[in-house]
Each structure stands twice: as C-alpha cells, then as structure tokens.
C-alpha cells in the first residue's frame, strides 16, 4: 500500500490529479466512485479542474459502490442523489454513463448483475473508496466473505443508528443496501482510499498494519497490488 499523508484540501487535491493523469491517457476511462463526507473536497476539486477544462469526463463512465434498498434518485438521501448533487450536475460526465446501483433490486442475483455491467464497460480503472469506523469498505460490514460480489445487506443496527441524522427518524433509515461486493472492488485496476480525521485513525491502523483480515474488510486491500490511501495527519496520527 503506497500512503499519502497531509492536510484533507492537499491529499484531495492529489487523489484529484490522479483523474487529470488517468482521463489524459484514457479518455473513456471507467470510474469506480463512493458517497460519504470524505470525497467532498476531492468532488470539488474534480468540478473546479472540469470547469478550468483541466479534466474532461464527457466520455467517461462511473459505477458507485452503494446505494439503499427503497430509494430512488429523487430522495435526498439516496446516493443517486448524493452524486447528482454532488458530483455529476459539476462536471461534464454524460447522465447515462453514471450508474449507481439500483435501489429496487430483488435479490442477490439480480443484484450481480451490476458485476455484469461493470465487466462489459471493461472493469473499472480506478476505484476510489472512503472507510467505515469498523472497516467497511462501500457497505460491506466485517466478515463480508472475500470472493462477494454485487450483493444485498441487512444494514447493522449501528450503521442505522449512525446514518438516523440525516433522516427524520430512525424508522425511516433504510433496513437494507446494495452494495459492490469486496471481489468486485478488489477486481479494479487500481484504488484510491481516503480518509480524514482522528475518529479514522485506529481503524488506518488496522487497515495498513494489521494482517489482512475479513473482520477488518479493508484490510484485504493489503492483498491488491495498486492502492494508495490518501490520508490527513489525524487519520494517520497511529500509524507507526
Ligand atoms: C460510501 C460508502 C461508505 C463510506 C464510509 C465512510 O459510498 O460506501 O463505505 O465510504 O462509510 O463514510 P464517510 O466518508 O461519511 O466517513
């Protein structure tokens, strides 16, 4: 794993050049992208290059890793909303070269599907991934098994909890996600993962020092040949 360590504007602002240097050599170059606080800054800087006509994604194409079970793209909380807002309404990507997977899937096979479509766009070049307080990368929780794909989850208790502010209530935080699985992001071509703050850094710890692990599901990115973290100094404050 190649670490990046600095303030959360400079490691964006780097993680973002990696777009400039990969659309520069691959214009249709296949994006695997995350929702969350953590790629604000990074979304930013993407839309301010786009505007300078730094980076141009106009025929580039986008996957995220997640989105809720129940939630279409017109709730504020769902993660098409999230990256519409956030992301794609900033920059020049074509509307129906973004995919997010689909909120209404029945079951896991039909879930998979979206491995499908991935591996027909060419598989993602590179895949950038934020981290969950328990190690979870998109919405795969501890535990999740190494060889999973495109599935769905029973959201845990905690992460209903932790998710319940941006809702009126807990009762109405969705109960279940679809969510890359850890094969389906380990199969891309190269990663990125960032994280910023003090509440990140004993699991970094974990994720970087310890032996690759499924209860620590980032921790398998030890075994990817091509990851870099982009990290703050307090992310990376119990590195030693
Ligand atoms: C987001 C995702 C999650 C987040 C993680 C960190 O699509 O899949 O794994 O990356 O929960 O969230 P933040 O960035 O809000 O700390």
């Given at each position: 794993?190649?670490?990046?360590?600095?303030?959360k504007?400079?490691?964006?602002?780097?993680?973002?050049?990696?777009?400039v240097?990969?659309?520069?050599?691959?214009p249709?170059?296949?994006?695997?992208?995350?929702?969350?606080?953590?790629?604000?800054?990074?979304?930013?800087?993407?839309?301010r290059?786009?505007a300078?006509?730094?980076?141009?994604?106009?025929?580039?194409?986008?996957?995220?890793?997640?989105?809720?079970?129940?939630?279409?793209?017109?709730?504020?909380?769902?993660?098409?909303?999230?990256?519409?807002?956030?992301?794609?309404?900033?920059?020049?990507?074509?509307?129906?070269?973004?995919?997010?997977?689909?909120g209404?899937?029945?079951?896991?096979?039909e879930?998979?599907?979206?491995?499908?479509?991935?591996?027909?766009?060419?598989?993602?070049?590179?895949?950038?991934?934020?981290?969950?307080?328990?190690?979870?990368?998109?919405?795969?929780?501890?535990?999740?098994?190494?060889?999973s794909?495109?599935?769905?989850?029973?959201?845990?208790?905690?992460?209903?909890?932790?998710?319940?502010?941006?809702f009126?209530?807990?009762?109405e935080?969705?109960?279940?996600?679809?969510?890359?699985?850890?094969h389906?992001?380990?199969?891309?071509r190269?990663?990125?993962?960032l994280?910023?703050g003090?509440?990140?850094?004993?699991?970094?710890?974990?994720t970087?020092?310890?032996?690759p692990?499924?209860?620590?599901?980032?921790?398998?990115?030890?075994?990817?040949?091509?990851?870099?973290?982009?990290?703050?100094?307090a992310?990376?404050s119990?590195?030693?």
């Open positions: 794993m190649k670490l990046i360590i600095g303030s504007e400079d490691v964006s602002a780097q993680a973002a050049q990696r777009y240097e990969l659309l520069g050599k691959k249709d170059a296949v994006l695997g992208l995350a929702t969350g606080s953590t790629p604000l800054a990074l979304y930013a800087e993407l839309a290059l786009c300078e006509g730094k980076v141009s994604f106009a025929r580039a194409k986008s996957y995220n890793l997640d989105e809720y079970i129940g939630l279409d793209g017109s709730h504020d909380q769902s993660y098409r909303y999230f990256m519409d807002h956030n992301l794609f309404q900033h920059i020049d990507i074509k509307p129906e070269n973004t995919h997010v997977p689909s209404f899937v029945k079951d896991d096979e879930a998979a599907r979206y491995d499908a479509e991935i591996d027909a766009a060419g598989g993602i070049d590179l895949q950038l991934l934020g981290i969950g307080n328990n190690g979870h990368i998109g919405f795969n929780e501890p535990l999740t098994p190494f060889t794909v495109t599935h769905i989850v029973k959201l845990t208790d905690s992460t209903r909890e932790a998710n319940k502010r941006f009126s209530s807990l009762d935080v969705p109960t279940h996600a679809v969510t890359m699985g850890i389906t992001v380990m199969k891309a190269s990663i990125m993962l994280a910023f003090e509440g990140k850094a004993e699991i970094i710890k974990k970087v020092q310890g032996r692990d499924t209860a620590v599901p980032a921790s398998l990115l030890q075994l990817h040949e091509d990851v870099t973290l982009y990290l703050d100094e992310a990376a119990k590195l030693s």
